[in-house]
Structures are given as C-alpha cells and as structure tokens.
C-alpha cells in the first residue's frame, strides 16, 4: 500500500505520533483508529521532501512480519536540515558497492547507530566466515550503488560488539565485534552459524617437528593461511598452479583453498575442471574446500545435488588430486601443514614399493625329514 501524505506544519516532535493528511482516492489507512505504526526508514526525495517508511506492528508476539506502508512527506529544512528527530539520520540497513575501485573490501555497510556508521566490508553478508570490515569516511549516499536496503528492527551496542536485527525472515541476526589482532584495531561481521562453525569444539594437536622450513603463498591469495602455531616461514610468490606450495625437489606440492562459496562457484562454471586437471599434473596436489559436504548438499540457488555431482565427476575425473571438506579456517591451516610435511618426507624418504615376487616355473623340491641322531637323550636307555 502506497499513500501520499503531507504532514502538518506542527509536526516537529517526531513523525510517527502525528497524523498525515492523505490526499488520493479510496479508503485511507488512517480512516479509522489504528495501532501506531513503527518508523523503519527516512529517505530523501528532494531539496525540501523526504519519504518515510512505516510498518505495522506484528500480527502476534514473536513474529516480525507485517505490511510496509511508504509516505511521502513535505518537511521543512531549518538550518540546512529537515525537522523532526526521525529525520536525523537514515534508520536502514544499506549495503552498496564501494566506489573506490582499488580498495580490497569491495562494500560497504551502513549501520544505523551513533548518528549512522559506515563499514567497508568485504562482502555482502557473512555467509560462511567472518567478514572483515574496516571503517569508512566521507561516504555519499546519493553517488552510491545500492545493492540492498533493509528495515532495521534493533541495533545496539553491547559493550565491543554491535547486535544487529533486520526486518526479514532470513538472515535477520549479526553482529559486529570489535577486536585487536597484531595491534591493529579490526571489525569482525559474524552470525551465529558462523561463530559456530569458526569453532567446531575440536582441539588440534600439535604437530610433531619437520624438516619443514618455508611455504610459498601465491601473490593473490588474500587472507591466506599463516601457519601461526609452527615452527615454518611463509613467502609470497607468484605460483602458476593452486594457491600454496612447498618445494619439492624439481616440482611442488601444491594446495588450491577454496570458500564454500567460492567452490560451488567454480564447480558451476567449469573453472575447477581446469585447475584440478592442471594440479594433477604434480606430485603432490589437493583441493581444500573450508566448508562441510552436508553445507554443500544446502546450498541456494542450485538443483538439489547439482554441485554435489559435478564435485563426484572430478574427483573420478581426477583421482590424485583429493577434493577436502573441512569444517573451519583453522582446520584447514592444519591440514594442509599436514600434508604439506607428509609430502616433503616422503621426497627424502620413500615409501617401499611392495611387489610379490614371480611364481617360479619349476617344480617344488621335496623336503628332507630330519631323523634324530644316535645316541641322544632321546634314545638313551636308563640304567638298571
């Protein structure tokens, strides 16, 4: 339901409380008592309007559903501002593309709190990690790309972190933490799937001592593994196959580490056929997906075991090269340490190649009895 409304000249302490004059044909909302609406927006429409954007309460506790009303309101500017306290700020959540093309956090993400926040992130919703984020300045709404506008129904900070409702069924609850890492202050957007997954209750062992000295990272790898916890050095370098690898003589032993995200993406359009089939052509070769097989089976906006096939036909496809569910990050660092060390040991020392010998073409000699000698205890006769 769509209602144009001027507001009253009065209406200077708050537009929810006041009610507007509807102008148009058929029965208004506000023809007879209703329950007071819930303000979940303010946009600016022109030099001297704004439109705001009203909910109705929930049909019943518990439930967040209901029917957005959007009123088109005239308020006057007073000191370069509109009038009304709902018209301060914008009370949405808005995600939108960052402008800046050379910046690594490719969003950004307004949250209404402390006269409006702006984040940039480095992706739209943390759908399977963390999402990293870092504060943003001198943000112009009117030049930006929207890519979503949600109504918030809380944002409030509790001590480091920032709980955050929206005004959906699905993907409502997050939260931004603040926390320090090297000295550096960050902002780290989690929801609990996330939080849960980050720790799957599983403690890792420490591994034992290696001969293991260096790891390469590919130079594009943003984010990547940095084997805190052992005793190894890790370098960049542009690696022409997977992103980490361990020199292995001649050769590499590469790993390739993909978001669940991202694996069902290259398994859609055809790009992990390619890089598989080019890792199998090393020693040592493995595919990390940080993400379970039961995530994968879920996953939106494909065919019920679409992806799940199409990962089966390339591990047949290419049997040397295994394909690794792991639960989180971190597990998957340890893994892949892991492997990397049985790999740099089995170049030192080889494994036995184990061959059952060839069947002779002669036939079996036959075995001599033995017979006991003369004169042992065994033949000694006692003495009378």
């Known amino acids: 339901m769509r209602l144009q409304a001027m507001l009253s000249p009065n209406a200077s302490h708050g537009c929810g409380t006041q009610c507007p004059f509807v102008l148009g044909c058929g029965k208004p909302y506000f023809a007879r008592a209703r329950a007071p609406l819930r303000h979940v927006g303010t946009n600016a429409v022109g030099e001297d309007a704004i439109k705001l954007t009203f909910a109705r309460p929930s049909p019943r506790p518990g439930t967040h559903g209901g029917t957005r ?27 939108a593309r960052n402008p ?20 940039k992130a480095r992706d739209s919703w943390p759908r399977t990690a963390r999402v990293y984020c870092h504060p943003a300045d001198d943000v112009d709404i009117d030049r930006l790309e ?14 480091v972190a920032i709980d955050l409702v929206l005004e959906r069924g699905v993907n409502r609850r997050s939260q931004f933490v603040t926390t320090t890492a090297r000295g550096r202050r960050m902002v780290l ?7 849960t997954s980050a720790r799957p209750g599983v403690r890792i062992p420490s591994a ?25 050095r890790v370098e960049r370098r542009a690696l022409s196959a997977g992103d980490y690898a361990v020199a292995m003589g001649d050769s590499y032993a590469v790993i390739e580490r993909k978001r669940l995200d991202d694996f069902a993406s290259s398994l859609s359009n055809a790009q992990l056929g390619y890089t598989m089939a080019e890792l199998a052509l090393l ?14 089976l879920r996953l939106p906006h494909a065919p019920t075991g679409y992806l799940a096939d199409l990962a089966a036909r390339l591990q047949v496809r290419y049997p040397t090269v295994p394909i690794v569910y792991v639960e989180s990050r971190k597990l998957g660092q340890e893994w892949s340490y892991r ?40 033949d000694a006769t006692p003495s009378g």
């Open 69 to 95: 009303i959007e009123v088109g309101a005239a308020v006057r500017r007073v000191g370069g501002g509109f009038d009304g306290q709902e018209a301060r700020g914008v009370e949405e959540f808005i995600v």
């Open 208 to 232: 034992a001592p290696s001969p293991l000295a260096v790891i390469f990272i590919d130079t594009r790898e943003r984010y990547g593994y940095t084997f805190a916890g052992h005793a190894v």
């Open 189 to 195: 957007w989690q929801t609990q799937k996330v939080a």
């Open 283 to 296: 020693p040592a070769a493995a595919v990390v997906v940080e993400g379970t097989y039961s995530k994968l």
């Open 339 to 378: 492997f990397f060390k049985a790999a740099l040991a089995r170049e030192e020392s080889p494994e036995l190649e184990l061959r059952p010998e060839p069947r002779s073409t002669e036939p079996p000699k036959p075995r001599r009895r033995r017979t006991p000698k003369r004169g042992t205890a065994t």
């Open 100 to 119: 800046d093309k050379t910046s690594s956090l490719p969003f950004l993400v307004h949250l209404p709190i402390d006269g409006g926040l702006w984040l």
């Open 146 to 159: 929207i890519v979503e506008r949600v109504g918030v129904l809380a944002c409030v900070r509790r001590g």
